[in-house]
């Protein structure tokens, strides 16, 4: 039972447009959800979070919106570069049971064309 | 800049060998994960430590995955017997939860299995 969705295998935008990258989840105790970026021979790295009390949250080019109703989040990256190019991973906790423990979508391959 | 490292980056084995991965924290962290990531199943979740305790196992396949904490700087996941379907790569993570809340996990870079 995969409890994050990430339903995009993979995704292409231009340089300079906007990427949008979607995350769905099924458990509704989940509180806490953050994005990493994962490039090829390297761990994933933590990109943004946000707690399930706001519904939105912005760091530089990075933002991810929560809709909590639909229990759907978001990842927008404008303007989006080619260093951008990567798999992004969406994850959720819930921090008040399980502390830091993450679950993981099964990713989604971002390529920014120049 | 501290990081989680992960030995040996690479491995190449039989089926029925035994295999160990071993993993250095970060300094100060409290909590420990080893996550497999498989091409149709992203990153599947093996093992959970905090503070050294086992919290969660019940990814691994119990009867040929086992994983401990030696002490606070070393974790390790061992295959025994190794199988074919084992091929994956390996990533540890590492955290802290502390009056509780936790901090984003930081992974290491992976140990990349390969068994024939």
């Known amino acids: 039972d995969q409890q994050v969705k990430q339903n995009s295998p993979s995704l292409s935008v231009q340089e300079g447009r906007i990427s949008i990258l979607n995350c769905d989840y099924t458990?509704?105790?989940?509180?806490?959800f953050l994005w990493y970026k994962k490039y090829p021979a390297e761990g994933p790295t933590f990109l943004i979070s946000i707690s399930s009390i706001k519904d939105k949250n912005e760091d530089g080019r990075f933002t991810v919106f929560l809709n909590k109703s639909a229990k759907h989040l978001s990842l927008h990256i404008v303007p989006s570069q080619p260093g951008d190019s990567a798999v992004y991973f969406c994850?959720?906790?819930?921090?008040?049971?399980?502390?830091?423990?993450?679950?993981f979508g099964a990713g989604t391959i971002l390529r920014v064309k120049s | 800049d501290a990081r989680v490292t992960q030995t040996p980056r690479h491995k190449v084995t039989e089926m029925g060998q035994e295999v160990t991965m071993r993993c250095q924290p970060i300094?100060?962290?409290?909590?420990v994960f080893w996550y497999r990531q498989t091409m149709m199943q992203g990153l599947e979740l093996l093992a959970y430590f905090r503070n050294r305790a086992p919290l969660d196992d019940s990814g691994m396949p119990k009867d040929r995955f086992s994983a401990e904490m030696p002490d606070a700087t070393l974790a390790t996941l061992k295959i025994q017997p190794s199988e074919p379907r084992d091929s994956a790569v390996y990533f540890c993570?590492?955290?802290?939860?502390?009056?509780?809340?936790?901090?984003?996990?930081?992974f290491g870079n992976g140990t990349r299995l390969t068994v024939t």
């Open positions: 993570a590492s955290g802290l939860v502390r009056d509780g809340r936790g901090s984003p996990l930081h």
């Open positions: 300094l100060g962290h409290n909590t």
């Open positions: 458990n509704s105790m989940f509180d806490y």
């Open positions: 994850a959720a906790s819930r921090t008040m049971e399980y502390g830091n423990k993450l679950v």
